[in-house]
């Protein structure tokens, strides 16, 4: 008999039908996925507009004589642009520590649910990060630089 203040020595189940655990794994997978292809598409992105912006400044310096205030006004508005651009490091944190999060649980969820099979290779996946959001920064004034 157990005592009236200790805890059960087993934790709580809940029985999932394969199927839906099979499901569930998989969608976590294809999420993984698509989240990998958005960080390709914002990584490609921001190195357009990178190259953009140099070939704007640049072309600025072989433009006929223009008034002074207006060049600066022009290179300090593409200036500010790029650091604003800053924004897809920060999303790319999202996106992996995201994915990595997917994914572990994805893993995690067969396991739980279908155990290892004698010979199965468990696939490696990295421990869940603790910090909940690798990124701590959530907005960007003009002008200003953060390293993260």
């Known amino acids: 008999m157990q005592a009236p203040n200790s805890l059960p020595s087993e934790r709580p189940t809940v029985q999932l039908p394969v199927m839906l655990v ?4 998989d969608s976590l997978l294809v999420v993984t996925h698509d989240l990998a292809r958005l960080d390709g598409l914002l990584a490609h992105t921001m190195e357009n507009l990178m190259e953009r912006f140099t070939r704007a400044l640049d072309g600025l310096d072989k433009l006929p004589k223009i008034d002074a205030a ?8 593409l200036g500010s642009a790029v650091t604003e651009l800053q924004f897809q490091d920060m999303a790319s944190q999202l996106i ?25 290779a468990v696939p490696f996946v990295e421990d869940v990060p603790e910090r909940p959001n690798p990124v701590t920064q959530d907005e960007m004034d003009a002008g200003s630089i953060e390293l993260f």
């Open 22 to 25: 099979a499901e569930v794994q």
């Open 70 to 77: 207006a060049l600066k006004e022009v290179r300090d508005a």
């Open 96 to 120: 992996t520590h995201t994915s990595k999060v997917l994914q572990g649980c994805a893993y995690r969820l067969a396991s739980e649910a279908m155990g290892q099979e004698d010979g199965e």
